[in-house]
Protein backbone atom coordinates (compact mmCIF):
# COMPACT_ATOMS: atom_id res chain seq x y z
CA UNK A 1 0.00 0.00 0.00
CA UNK A 2 0.98 3.35 -0.86
CA UNK A 3 1.02 4.88 3.03
CA UNK A 4 2.65 2.26 4.36
CA UNK A 5 5.70 2.98 1.93
CA UNK A 6 6.02 6.35 2.41
CA UNK A 7 6.15 6.28 6.72
CA UNK A 8 9.07 4.02 6.25
CA UNK A 9 11.69 6.52 6.47
CA UNK A 10 14.79 4.49 6.32
CA UNK A 11 18.25 5.68 7.54
CA UNK A 12 19.24 5.87 3.66
CA UNK A 13 16.50 8.64 3.42
CA UNK A 14 17.53 11.07 6.41
CA UNK A 15 21.30 10.65 5.55
CA UNK A 16 20.63 11.43 1.72
CA UNK A 17 18.36 14.45 4.00
CA UNK A 18 21.19 15.81 5.65
CA UNK A 19 23.73 15.99 2.78
CA UNK A 20 20.92 17.88 0.86
CA UNK A 21 20.71 20.09 3.84
CA UNK A 22 24.15 21.06 3.58
CA UNK A 23 24.78 21.08 -0.28
CA UNK A 24 22.07 23.58 0.05
CA UNK A 25 23.28 25.70 3.09
CA UNK A 26 26.58 25.51 0.48
CA UNK A 27 24.85 26.71 -2.82
CA UNK A 28 23.57 29.39 -0.45
CA UNK A 29 26.28 30.90 1.95
CA UNK A 30 28.39 32.33 -0.57
CA UNK A 31 25.76 35.00 -1.58
CA UNK A 32 24.64 35.77 1.78
CA UNK A 33 27.79 36.06 3.00
CA UNK A 34 27.98 38.85 0.02
CA UNK A 35 25.09 40.75 0.95
CA UNK A 36 25.36 40.83 4.80
CA UNK A 37 28.99 42.15 4.42
CA UNK A 38 27.56 44.60 1.68
CA UNK A 39 25.21 46.00 4.00
CA UNK A 40 27.42 46.20 6.81
CA UNK A 41 29.59 49.38 7.56
CA UNK A 42 32.59 49.09 5.33
CA UNK A 43 35.49 49.63 7.96
CA UNK A 44 33.85 47.34 10.67
CA UNK A 45 33.59 44.60 7.92
CA UNK A 46 37.02 44.31 7.60
CA UNK A 47 37.83 43.50 11.33
CA UNK A 48 36.08 39.79 10.31
CA UNK A 49 33.86 38.12 12.46
CA UNK A 50 30.72 38.49 10.53
CA UNK A 51 28.54 35.63 9.52
CA UNK A 52 25.09 35.19 10.03
CA UNK A 53 23.94 39.03 9.99
CA UNK A 54 25.51 42.54 9.40
CA UNK A 55 26.55 43.35 12.59
CA UNK A 56 26.64 47.55 12.17
CA UNK A 57 23.53 47.91 9.10
CA UNK A 58 25.03 50.43 6.74
CA UNK A 59 23.11 51.57 3.74
CA UNK A 60 26.55 53.55 2.67
CA UNK A 61 27.94 51.33 0.09
CA UNK A 62 24.58 51.30 -1.95
CA UNK A 63 24.48 54.89 -1.98
CA UNK A 64 27.81 55.14 -3.33
CA UNK A 65 26.79 52.80 -5.79
CA UNK A 66 23.36 54.61 -7.31
CA UNK A 67 25.28 57.93 -6.81
CA UNK A 68 28.52 56.26 -9.03
CA UNK A 69 27.40 57.99 -12.62
CA UNK A 70 29.96 55.03 -14.44
CA UNK A 71 27.70 52.49 -12.65
CA UNK A 72 24.70 53.71 -13.78
CA UNK A 73 25.47 54.34 -17.13
CA UNK A 74 27.27 50.74 -17.30
CA UNK A 75 24.27 49.31 -15.69
CA UNK A 76 21.72 51.02 -18.64
CA UNK A 77 24.15 49.96 -21.15
CA UNK A 78 23.89 46.36 -19.61
CA UNK A 79 19.72 46.78 -19.55
CA UNK A 80 19.60 48.20 -22.84
CA UNK A 81 21.50 45.58 -24.64
CA UNK A 82 19.84 43.22 -22.80
CA UNK A 83 16.36 44.00 -23.83
CA UNK A 84 17.21 45.20 -27.87
CA UNK A 85 19.70 41.83 -28.03
CA UNK A 86 17.33 39.48 -26.68
CA UNK A 87 14.10 40.50 -28.37
CA UNK A 88 16.55 40.71 -31.60
CA UNK A 89 17.88 37.45 -31.60
CA UNK A 90 14.59 35.33 -30.25
CA UNK A 91 13.27 36.93 -33.02
CA UNK A 92 15.40 36.77 -35.55
CA UNK A 93 16.24 32.92 -35.01
CA UNK A 94 12.85 32.24 -34.53
CA UNK A 95 12.25 33.24 -38.05
CA UNK A 96 15.25 31.11 -39.50
CA UNK A 97 14.30 28.01 -37.74
CA UNK A 98 10.51 28.29 -39.00
CA UNK A 99 12.03 28.52 -42.60
CA UNK A 100 13.74 25.76 -41.86
CA UNK A 101 11.14 23.40 -40.59
CA UNK A 102 9.56 23.47 -44.02
CA UNK A 103 11.39 20.33 -45.25
CA UNK A 104 10.37 21.35 -49.04
CA UNK A 105 11.93 24.47 -49.21
CA UNK A 106 14.97 24.41 -51.82
CA UNK A 107 18.14 24.25 -50.42
CA UNK A 108 16.74 23.02 -46.76
CA UNK A 109 19.76 20.22 -46.50
CA UNK A 110 22.16 22.73 -47.66
CA UNK A 111 21.62 25.12 -44.98
CA UNK A 112 21.44 22.86 -42.41
CA UNK A 113 24.51 21.16 -43.34
CA UNK A 114 26.24 24.27 -43.38
CA UNK A 115 24.93 25.01 -40.03
CA UNK A 116 25.99 21.97 -38.38
CA UNK A 117 29.44 22.14 -39.73
CA UNK A 118 29.85 25.67 -37.48
CA UNK A 119 28.59 23.55 -34.60
CA UNK A 120 31.51 21.72 -34.05
CA UNK A 121 34.39 24.03 -36.19
CA UNK A 122 35.45 27.32 -35.57
CA UNK A 123 38.42 29.97 -36.30
CA UNK A 124 39.38 31.12 -33.21
CA UNK A 125 39.66 34.18 -30.66
CA UNK A 126 41.84 35.76 -33.13
CA UNK A 127 40.36 35.60 -36.53
CA UNK A 128 36.72 36.44 -35.26
CA UNK A 129 38.35 39.38 -33.54
CA UNK A 130 39.50 40.55 -36.54
CA UNK A 131 36.32 39.77 -38.62
CA UNK A 132 34.38 41.99 -36.38
CA UNK A 133 36.76 44.77 -36.49
CA UNK A 134 36.44 44.76 -40.50
CA UNK A 135 32.98 45.10 -39.50
CA UNK A 136 33.10 48.15 -37.85
CA UNK A 137 31.31 46.40 -34.48
CA UNK A 138 34.87 47.78 -32.27
CA UNK A 139 33.75 50.42 -29.99
CA UNK A 140 30.43 50.15 -31.55
CA UNK A 141 27.12 49.49 -29.28
CA UNK A 142 26.07 46.53 -31.88
CA UNK A 143 28.42 44.37 -31.18
CA UNK A 144 26.60 43.31 -28.59
CA UNK A 145 23.60 42.86 -30.75
CA UNK A 146 24.41 41.84 -34.42
CA UNK A 147 26.76 38.82 -33.11
CA UNK A 148 24.18 37.16 -31.08
CA UNK A 149 21.51 37.61 -33.30
CA UNK A 150 21.75 34.05 -34.60
CA UNK A 151 22.71 30.81 -32.61
CA UNK A 152 21.96 27.40 -34.74
CA UNK A 153 21.24 25.30 -31.69
CA UNK A 154 18.66 27.70 -30.44
CA UNK A 155 17.48 27.39 -33.63
CA UNK A 156 16.88 23.48 -33.77
CA UNK A 157 15.19 24.16 -30.80
CA UNK A 158 12.41 26.48 -32.33
CA UNK A 159 12.87 24.04 -35.51
CA UNK A 160 11.97 21.31 -33.89
CA UNK A 161 9.05 23.43 -32.25
CA UNK A 162 7.04 23.87 -35.58
CA UNK A 163 7.52 21.03 -36.55
CA UNK A 164 5.41 20.01 -33.82
CA UNK A 165 2.47 22.38 -35.27
CA UNK A 166 -0.45 20.55 -36.33
CA UNK A 167 -0.67 21.41 -40.35
CA UNK A 168 -4.12 22.55 -40.16
CA UNK A 169 -3.55 25.63 -38.88
CA UNK A 170 -1.28 27.07 -41.54
CA UNK A 171 -3.69 25.59 -44.23
CA UNK A 172 -6.57 27.17 -43.26
CA UNK A 173 -4.49 30.15 -43.11
CA UNK A 174 -3.41 29.53 -46.86
CA UNK A 175 -7.26 29.42 -47.96
CA UNK A 176 -7.52 32.44 -46.32
CA UNK A 177 -5.00 33.76 -48.56
CA UNK A 178 -1.76 34.35 -46.08
CA UNK A 179 1.54 34.09 -47.30
CA UNK A 180 4.23 32.68 -45.35
CA UNK A 181 5.58 35.89 -43.22
CA UNK A 182 1.88 36.62 -42.26
CA UNK A 183 1.69 33.08 -41.14
CA UNK A 184 4.91 33.55 -39.18
CA UNK A 185 4.20 36.43 -37.92
CA UNK A 186 -0.10 36.13 -36.75
CA UNK A 187 -0.27 32.43 -36.34
CA UNK A 188 3.18 30.80 -35.43
CA UNK A 189 4.40 33.25 -33.15
CA UNK A 190 1.65 33.36 -30.81
CA UNK A 191 1.20 29.64 -30.44
CA UNK A 192 5.22 30.21 -29.43
CA UNK A 193 4.94 31.41 -26.09
CA UNK A 194 6.71 28.90 -23.90
CA UNK A 195 9.63 27.93 -26.86
CA UNK A 196 10.12 31.68 -26.90
CA UNK A 197 10.03 32.50 -23.08
CA UNK A 198 12.66 29.30 -22.85
CA UNK A 199 15.29 30.30 -25.76
CA UNK A 200 14.47 34.40 -23.99
CA UNK A 201 15.50 33.35 -20.72
CA UNK A 202 18.80 31.71 -21.98
CA UNK A 203 19.53 34.55 -24.19
CA UNK A 204 19.10 37.12 -21.50
CA UNK A 205 20.59 35.34 -18.69
CA UNK A 206 23.68 35.29 -21.37
CA UNK A 207 23.79 39.31 -21.87
CA UNK A 208 23.31 39.79 -18.71
CA UNK A 209 26.08 38.42 -17.40
CA UNK A 210 28.38 38.56 -20.39
CA UNK A 211 31.54 40.46 -19.83
CA UNK A 212 34.82 39.25 -21.90
CA UNK A 213 32.88 41.30 -25.37
CA UNK A 214 33.08 44.39 -23.52
CA UNK A 215 36.32 43.82 -22.59
CA UNK A 216 37.55 42.89 -25.83
CA UNK A 217 35.63 45.09 -28.12
CA UNK A 218 34.72 48.12 -26.51
CA UNK A 219 37.35 50.71 -25.20
CA UNK A 220 34.69 53.33 -24.25
CA UNK A 221 33.33 53.35 -20.81
CA UNK A 222 30.84 55.13 -22.10
CA UNK A 223 29.61 52.10 -23.56
CA UNK A 224 30.87 48.88 -21.05
CA UNK A 225 28.03 46.85 -19.37
CA UNK A 226 28.36 46.51 -15.69
CA UNK A 227 29.58 43.11 -16.25
CA UNK A 228 32.61 44.44 -17.69
CA UNK A 229 33.35 46.98 -15.42
CA UNK A 230 32.79 45.13 -12.58
CA UNK A 231 36.18 42.82 -14.39
CA UNK A 232 37.96 45.68 -14.73
CA UNK A 233 37.91 47.10 -11.12
CA UNK A 234 38.11 43.37 -9.29
CA UNK A 235 40.94 42.62 -11.89
CA UNK A 236 42.87 45.26 -10.46
CA UNK A 237 41.44 45.24 -7.14
CA UNK A 238 43.04 41.20 -6.90
CA UNK A 239 45.93 42.42 -8.42
CA UNK A 240 46.77 44.72 -5.67
CA UNK A 241 45.42 42.43 -2.97
CA UNK A 242 47.99 39.82 -3.29
CA UNK A 243 50.85 42.20 -3.12
CA UNK A 244 52.09 41.61 0.42
CA UNK A 245 51.74 43.99 3.48
CA UNK A 246 49.82 47.29 1.96
CA UNK A 247 50.50 50.24 4.64
CA UNK A 248 47.60 50.91 6.94
CA UNK A 249 46.76 54.40 5.23
CA UNK A 250 46.53 52.69 1.96
CA UNK A 251 44.10 50.04 3.28
CA UNK A 252 41.67 52.48 4.06
CA UNK A 253 40.73 53.30 0.55
CA UNK A 254 40.76 49.80 -0.39
CA UNK A 255 38.21 49.14 2.32
CA UNK A 256 35.48 50.85 0.69
CA UNK A 257 36.58 49.87 -2.68
CA UNK A 258 35.69 46.33 -1.42
CA UNK A 259 32.50 47.04 0.26
CA UNK A 260 31.39 48.98 -3.11
CA UNK A 261 32.37 46.59 -4.55
CA UNK A 262 30.33 43.32 -2.77
CA UNK A 263 27.27 46.32 -3.35
CA UNK A 264 28.16 46.37 -7.00
CA UNK A 265 27.77 43.05 -7.18
CA UNK A 266 24.95 42.79 -5.00
CA UNK A 267 23.22 45.21 -7.30
CA UNK A 268 24.12 43.62 -10.42
CA UNK A 269 22.80 39.66 -9.24
CA UNK A 270 19.77 41.10 -7.67
CA UNK A 271 17.49 41.09 -11.16
CA UNK A 272 18.32 37.74 -12.15
CA UNK A 273 18.15 36.21 -9.02
CA UNK A 274 14.68 37.69 -8.49
CA UNK A 275 13.31 36.21 -11.55
CA UNK A 276 14.85 32.68 -12.34
CA UNK A 277 12.53 30.58 -9.85
CA UNK A 278 9.93 31.26 -11.34
CA UNK A 279 11.02 30.51 -14.75
CA UNK A 280 12.23 27.47 -14.14
CA UNK A 281 10.20 25.07 -16.09
CA UNK A 282 11.01 27.04 -18.93
CA UNK A 283 15.14 26.25 -18.68
CA UNK A 284 14.44 22.77 -17.82
CA UNK A 285 12.15 22.22 -21.05
CA UNK A 286 14.44 23.97 -22.96
CA UNK A 287 17.42 22.02 -21.98
CA UNK A 288 15.64 18.78 -22.51
CA UNK A 289 14.42 19.56 -26.04
CA UNK A 290 17.88 20.89 -26.69
CA UNK A 291 20.32 17.93 -25.79
CA UNK A 292 18.21 15.00 -26.21
CA UNK A 293 15.84 16.19 -29.32
CA UNK A 294 18.47 18.25 -30.65
CA UNK B 1 -4.32 10.70 -43.23
CA UNK B 2 -3.16 14.06 -41.52
CA UNK B 3 -0.41 15.49 -43.65
CA UNK B 4 2.12 17.62 -41.74
CA UNK B 5 3.10 21.00 -42.94
CA UNK B 6 6.65 20.17 -43.96
CA UNK B 7 6.40 16.81 -46.01
CA UNK B 8 7.58 17.07 -49.30
CA UNK B 9 5.12 18.06 -52.27
CA UNK B 10 4.16 15.25 -54.54
CA UNK B 11 4.36 18.00 -57.17
CA UNK B 12 7.98 18.39 -56.64
CA UNK B 13 8.92 18.80 -60.19
CA UNK B 14 8.38 22.42 -60.65
CA UNK B 15 10.68 24.85 -61.98
CA UNK B 16 13.02 26.34 -59.77
CA UNK B 17 11.84 29.68 -60.27
CA UNK B 18 8.01 28.92 -59.67
CA UNK B 19 9.64 26.97 -56.71
CA UNK B 20 11.08 30.37 -55.17
CA UNK B 21 8.45 32.21 -55.92
CA UNK B 22 5.92 30.00 -53.80
CA UNK B 23 8.85 30.09 -51.24
CA UNK B 24 10.02 33.29 -51.66
CA UNK B 25 9.21 34.53 -47.94
CA UNK B 26 10.43 31.22 -46.40
CA UNK B 27 13.49 31.76 -49.00
CA UNK B 28 14.47 34.97 -47.49
CA UNK B 29 14.10 33.97 -43.77
CA UNK B 30 16.15 31.10 -44.30
CA UNK B 31 18.95 33.30 -46.02
CA UNK B 32 18.76 35.99 -43.51
CA UNK B 33 20.28 33.18 -41.18
CA UNK B 34 22.43 31.46 -44.11
CA UNK B 35 24.41 34.80 -44.70
CA UNK B 36 24.66 35.48 -40.79
CA UNK B 37 26.55 32.60 -41.03
CA UNK B 38 28.55 33.00 -43.46
CA UNK B 39 29.74 36.30 -41.97
CA UNK B 40 30.04 35.33 -38.51
CA UNK B 41 31.15 31.93 -39.10
CA UNK B 42 32.62 31.43 -41.96
CA UNK B 43 34.30 34.31 -42.31
CA UNK B 44 36.67 33.76 -39.30
CA UNK B 45 37.46 30.40 -40.40
CA UNK B 46 38.71 32.06 -43.98
CA UNK B 47 40.18 34.40 -41.57
CA UNK B 48 42.20 31.05 -39.83
CA UNK B 49 44.65 31.94 -43.20
CA UNK B 50 45.80 34.90 -40.41
CA UNK B 51 48.12 31.68 -38.82
CA UNK B 52 49.50 31.18 -41.86
CA UNK B 53 51.32 34.14 -42.60
CA UNK B 54 54.11 35.35 -40.95
CA UNK B 55 52.90 38.50 -39.58
CA UNK B 56 49.94 40.26 -39.55
CA UNK B 57 48.98 43.49 -38.57
CA UNK B 58 45.57 43.94 -37.03
CA UNK B 59 44.88 47.08 -38.54
CA UNK B 60 44.67 44.93 -42.04
CA UNK B 61 41.52 43.90 -43.57
CA UNK B 62 40.62 40.50 -44.11
CA UNK B 63 39.74 40.64 -47.76
CA UNK B 64 42.55 43.73 -48.72
CA UNK B 65 44.84 43.42 -51.23
CA UNK B 66 47.31 44.32 -48.76
CA UNK B 67 46.47 40.55 -47.02
CA UNK B 68 46.55 38.80 -49.89
CA UNK B 69 50.00 39.93 -50.13
CA UNK B 70 51.59 39.63 -46.95
CA UNK B 71 53.84 36.73 -46.79
CA UNK B 72 53.22 33.37 -46.03
CA UNK B 73 55.33 32.01 -42.46
CA UNK B 74 57.84 29.89 -43.37
CA UNK B 75 58.54 26.36 -42.85
CA UNK B 76 55.29 25.60 -45.62
CA UNK B 77 53.21 28.38 -43.15
CA UNK B 78 53.71 26.27 -40.47
CA UNK B 79 56.41 28.43 -38.93
CA UNK B 80 53.97 29.45 -35.72
CA UNK B 81 52.73 26.47 -34.87
CA UNK B 82 56.39 24.77 -34.49
CA UNK B 83 57.03 27.88 -32.86
CA UNK B 84 54.53 27.30 -30.48
CA UNK B 85 55.45 23.72 -30.10
CA UNK B 86 59.14 24.65 -29.27
CA UNK B 87 58.23 27.83 -26.97
CA UNK B 88 59.14 26.91 -23.20
CA UNK B 89 55.52 27.99 -22.31
CA UNK B 90 54.28 24.70 -24.43
CA UNK B 91 54.83 22.39 -22.28
CA UNK B 92 53.53 24.46 -19.06
CA UNK B 93 50.29 25.56 -21.24
CA UNK B 94 49.66 22.19 -22.33
CA UNK B 95 49.52 21.01 -18.00
CA UNK B 96 47.59 23.28 -16.77
CA UNK B 97 44.86 22.94 -19.57
CA UNK B 98 44.67 19.46 -19.50
CA UNK B 99 45.52 19.36 -16.09
CA UNK B 100 42.49 21.72 -15.39
CA UNK B 101 40.45 19.97 -17.99
CA UNK B 102 40.93 16.33 -16.80
CA UNK B 103 39.79 17.47 -13.37
CA UNK B 104 36.78 19.02 -14.14
CA UNK B 105 36.20 15.76 -16.10
CA UNK B 106 36.50 13.82 -13.31
CA UNK B 107 34.69 15.58 -10.49
CA UNK B 108 32.39 17.58 -11.79
CA UNK B 109 31.05 15.18 -14.58
CA UNK B 110 30.29 12.62 -12.40
CA UNK B 111 29.28 14.36 -9.38
CA UNK B 112 26.19 16.06 -10.91
CA UNK B 113 24.98 12.47 -11.75
CA UNK B 114 25.52 11.03 -8.61
CA UNK B 115 23.50 14.55 -7.20
CA UNK B 116 21.08 13.94 -9.76
CA UNK B 117 20.47 9.86 -8.60
CA UNK B 118 20.44 10.87 -4.86
CA UNK B 119 17.91 14.24 -5.07
CA UNK B 120 15.73 11.61 -7.17
CA UNK B 121 15.58 9.49 -3.99
CA UNK B 122 13.74 12.79 -1.72
CA UNK B 123 10.80 11.23 -1.66
CA UNK B 124 9.13 14.90 -0.41
CA UNK B 125 8.00 16.66 -3.64
CA UNK B 126 8.09 19.77 -2.26
CA UNK B 127 11.63 19.80 -0.63
CA UNK B 128 13.16 18.10 -4.08
CA UNK B 129 11.78 21.17 -5.81
CA UNK B 130 13.18 23.51 -3.22
CA UNK B 131 16.76 22.07 -3.12
CA UNK B 132 16.60 22.09 -6.87
CA UNK B 133 16.05 25.90 -7.23
CA UNK B 134 18.20 26.57 -4.59
CA UNK B 135 21.38 24.65 -6.00
CA UNK B 136 21.19 25.42 -9.45
CA UNK B 137 20.99 29.20 -7.93
CA UNK B 138 24.44 29.72 -8.64
CA UNK B 139 24.78 28.88 -12.09
CA UNK B 140 23.12 32.17 -12.51
CA UNK B 141 25.78 34.64 -10.90
CA UNK B 142 28.38 35.77 -13.09
CA UNK B 143 31.97 34.78 -13.41
CA UNK B 144 33.03 38.37 -13.06
CA UNK B 145 30.55 38.28 -9.53
CA UNK B 146 31.65 35.04 -8.36
CA UNK B 147 35.25 36.06 -9.00
CA UNK B 148 34.96 38.80 -7.08
CA UNK B 149 33.54 36.77 -4.37
CA UNK B 150 36.13 34.46 -4.62
CA UNK B 151 38.68 37.08 -4.69
CA UNK B 152 37.40 38.54 -1.25
CA UNK B 153 36.81 35.57 0.60
CA UNK B 154 39.88 34.18 -0.18
CA UNK B 155 42.12 37.08 -0.14
CA UNK B 156 44.12 38.30 3.14
CA UNK B 157 42.22 38.98 5.84
CA UNK B 158 39.11 37.48 3.62
CA UNK B 159 36.50 34.76 5.16
CA UNK B 160 37.89 31.33 4.19
CA UNK B 161 41.70 32.54 6.26
CA UNK B 162 39.26 33.61 9.47
CA UNK B 163 37.74 30.22 9.76
CA UNK B 164 41.02 28.69 8.72
CA UNK B 165 42.80 30.66 11.58
CA UNK B 166 39.40 30.27 13.71
CA UNK B 167 40.06 26.10 13.66
CA UNK B 168 43.90 26.55 13.88
CA UNK B 169 44.47 24.90 10.89
CA UNK B 170 46.71 27.19 9.63
CA UNK B 171 48.26 30.85 12.28
CA UNK B 172 48.61 33.61 9.25
CA UNK B 173 46.45 34.28 6.85
CA UNK B 174 47.01 33.43 3.23
CA UNK B 175 46.63 34.75 -0.04
CA UNK B 176 45.20 31.76 -1.89
CA UNK B 177 44.94 33.44 -5.22
CA UNK B 178 48.59 34.29 -5.11
CA UNK B 179 50.15 30.83 -5.14
CA UNK B 180 49.81 28.70 -7.99
CA UNK B 181 49.31 25.56 -6.40
CA UNK B 182 45.91 26.22 -5.26
CA UNK B 183 44.91 27.43 -8.60
CA UNK B 184 43.55 24.12 -9.97
CA UNK B 185 41.93 23.46 -6.52
CA UNK B 186 40.01 26.59 -6.62
CA UNK B 187 39.25 26.49 -10.46
CA UNK B 188 37.20 22.81 -10.16
CA UNK B 189 35.70 23.59 -6.84
CA UNK B 190 34.42 27.02 -7.52
CA UNK B 191 33.10 25.66 -11.12
CA UNK B 192 31.94 22.61 -9.30
CA UNK B 193 29.69 24.88 -6.72
CA UNK B 194 28.89 27.50 -9.72
CA UNK B 195 27.46 23.99 -12.00
CA UNK B 196 26.48 21.16 -10.06
CA UNK B 197 22.55 21.71 -9.36
CA UNK B 198 22.54 23.13 -12.86
CA UNK B 199 24.05 20.14 -14.62
CA UNK B 200 21.64 17.96 -12.43
CA UNK B 201 19.19 19.12 -14.16
CA UNK B 202 19.18 17.23 -17.12
CA UNK B 203 20.12 13.89 -15.34
CA UNK B 204 16.89 14.33 -13.15
CA UNK B 205 15.09 15.22 -16.47
CA UNK B 206 15.95 11.86 -18.00
CA UNK B 207 15.23 10.24 -15.08
CA UNK B 208 11.32 11.34 -15.00
CA UNK B 209 11.12 9.55 -18.36
CA UNK B 210 11.84 6.13 -17.00
CA UNK B 211 9.43 3.73 -16.71
CA UNK B 212 8.05 3.47 -13.14
CA UNK B 213 6.61 -0.22 -13.63
CA UNK B 214 10.42 -1.49 -13.70
CA UNK B 215 10.47 -0.18 -10.29
CA UNK B 216 7.67 -1.79 -9.41
CA UNK B 217 8.43 -5.10 -11.10
CA UNK B 218 12.35 -4.73 -9.37
CA UNK B 219 10.69 -4.22 -5.80
CA UNK B 220 8.54 -7.12 -6.60
CA UNK B 221 11.46 -9.11 -7.02
CA UNK B 222 13.14 -7.32 -3.42
CA UNK B 223 15.62 -5.66 -4.94
CA UNK B 224 17.22 -2.46 -2.60
CA UNK B 225 17.11 0.63 -3.55
CA UNK B 226 20.58 0.80 -4.25
CA UNK B 227 20.33 -2.41 -6.54
CA UNK B 228 17.40 -0.47 -8.08
CA UNK B 229 19.67 2.62 -8.99
CA UNK B 230 21.92 0.31 -10.51
CA UNK B 231 20.24 -2.03 -12.63
CA UNK B 232 17.50 0.52 -13.99
CA UNK B 233 18.05 4.24 -13.19
CA UNK B 234 22.04 4.28 -14.50
CA UNK B 235 21.58 1.76 -17.54
CA UNK B 236 18.05 4.20 -18.31
CA UNK B 237 19.76 7.03 -18.45
CA UNK B 238 23.14 6.02 -19.82
CA UNK B 239 22.46 7.45 -23.41
CA UNK B 240 22.37 10.92 -21.90
CA UNK B 241 25.71 10.62 -19.85
CA UNK B 242 26.88 9.23 -23.03
CA UNK B 243 26.03 12.16 -25.06
CA UNK B 244 26.95 14.56 -21.94
CA UNK B 245 30.19 12.63 -22.20
CA UNK B 246 30.80 13.18 -25.63
CA UNK B 247 29.89 17.09 -25.72
CA UNK B 248 32.31 17.10 -22.63
CA UNK B 249 35.23 15.50 -23.98
CA UNK B 250 34.77 17.38 -27.20
CA UNK B 251 35.16 20.54 -24.95
CA UNK B 252 38.33 18.91 -23.27
CA UNK B 253 40.77 22.26 -24.06
CA UNK B 254 38.09 24.74 -23.38
CA UNK B 255 38.73 25.07 -19.53
CA UNK B 256 35.86 28.13 -19.18
CA UNK B 257 37.58 30.69 -20.32
CA UNK B 258 35.26 32.89 -18.59
CA UNK B 259 36.05 31.73 -15.56
CA UNK B 260 40.13 31.56 -15.60
CA UNK B 261 40.45 35.08 -16.95
CA UNK B 262 38.64 36.60 -13.91
CA UNK B 263 40.90 34.54 -11.66
CA UNK B 264 44.11 34.46 -13.34
CA UNK B 265 46.54 37.06 -11.89
CA UNK B 266 50.69 37.40 -12.91
CA UNK B 267 51.61 35.68 -9.27
CA UNK B 268 49.39 32.47 -10.30
CA UNK B 269 50.05 32.57 -13.96
CA UNK B 270 52.26 29.43 -13.67
CA UNK B 271 49.44 27.30 -12.79
CA UNK B 272 46.47 29.32 -14.18
CA UNK B 273 47.74 29.98 -17.98
CA UNK B 274 45.36 27.75 -20.12
CA UNK B 275 45.62 27.83 -23.66
CA UNK B 276 42.97 30.25 -24.30
CA UNK B 277 44.24 32.52 -21.88
CA UNK B 278 47.49 32.32 -23.53
CA UNK B 279 45.98 32.88 -26.58
CA UNK B 280 44.12 35.80 -25.54
CA UNK B 281 47.45 37.38 -23.88
CA UNK B 282 49.94 36.56 -26.59
CA UNK B 283 47.24 38.20 -29.49
CA UNK B 284 46.34 41.48 -27.06
CA UNK B 285 49.01 42.24 -24.97
CA UNK B 286 51.87 40.43 -26.79
CA UNK B 287 50.38 41.37 -30.49
CA UNK B 288 51.31 38.67 -32.04
CA UNK B 289 48.45 37.49 -34.23
CA UNK B 290 49.84 34.92 -36.60
CA UNK B 291 51.31 33.46 -33.21
CA UNK B 292 47.91 33.44 -31.41
CA UNK B 293 45.71 32.34 -34.66
CA UNK B 294 47.98 29.55 -35.13
CA UNK B 295 47.48 28.18 -31.22
CA UNK B 296 44.21 28.89 -31.66
CA UNK B 297 43.55 26.48 -34.90
CA UNK B 298 45.47 24.00 -33.16
CA UNK B 299 42.86 23.96 -30.80
CA UNK B 300 40.40 23.82 -32.80
CA UNK B 301 41.69 21.03 -34.62
CA UNK B 302 42.28 18.91 -31.34
CA UNK B 303 39.08 19.52 -30.34
CA UNK B 304 37.27 18.24 -33.40
CA UNK B 305 39.35 15.11 -33.36
CA UNK B 306 38.53 14.05 -30.09
CA UNK B 307 35.11 14.86 -30.58
CA UNK B 308 35.32 12.07 -32.97
CA UNK B 309 37.31 10.00 -31.28
CA UNK B 310 34.94 10.11 -28.53
CA UNK B 311 31.96 9.63 -30.93
CA UNK B 312 33.20 6.78 -32.36
CA UNK B 313 34.02 4.54 -29.22
CA UNK B 314 31.11 5.47 -27.67
CA UNK B 315 29.28 4.00 -31.15
CA UNK B 316 30.50 0.77 -30.48
CA UNK B 317 30.91 0.83 -27.33
CA UNK B 318 26.83 1.54 -26.00
CA UNK B 319 25.32 2.45 -29.88
CA UNK B 320 25.28 5.97 -28.61
CA UNK B 321 26.44 8.48 -30.54
CA UNK B 322 26.46 12.59 -31.23
CA UNK B 323 26.89 12.48 -34.60
Not at chain 2, 82 to 95: G, L, P, Q, S, Y
Not at chain 2, 228 to 243: C, E, K
Amino acid sequence: MASSKLNRITVGDIMIGILMLVICFVSLYPVWYTVIISFNDSSDALRGGIYWWPRKFSLESYKTVFQDTTIIRAFMVTVLRTVIGTVTSVFFTAMVGYALSKKYIMGNKFYTILGTITMFFGGGLIPYFITLKNLGLYNNFLVYIIPSLFNFYNMIIFRSFFNELPAGLEESARLDGANDSMIFIRIVIPLSAPVIATIALFNGVGHWNDYFTGVLYINDAELQPIQTYLFRIIASASASKTVVAMPAGVTAQQVSSQSVRLATMVVTTFPIMCVYPFLQKYFVKGMLIGSIKG
Amino acid sequence: MKKRNNELTPLAKKSFWIRLREEKYLQVMALLGIVWMLVFNYIPMYGILIAFKKNFFVTTPLFSKKFFSTPWAADGGFQHFIAFFKDEEFVNVMVNTLGISILKLIFNFTLPIIFALLLNEVKNMRFKKVIQTITYMPHFLSWVVLGGILTTWLGDGGLFNELLIKFGIIDKSVSFLAYPEYFWGITVISDLWKELGWSAIIYLAAISGIDQEMYEAAKVDGASRWKQIWTITLPSIAPTITIMFILAVGGLLNTNFDQILVLNNPLNAPRSNVLDIYVYQTAMRGMRYSYASAIGLFKSVIAFILLFITNKITTKLNDTALF
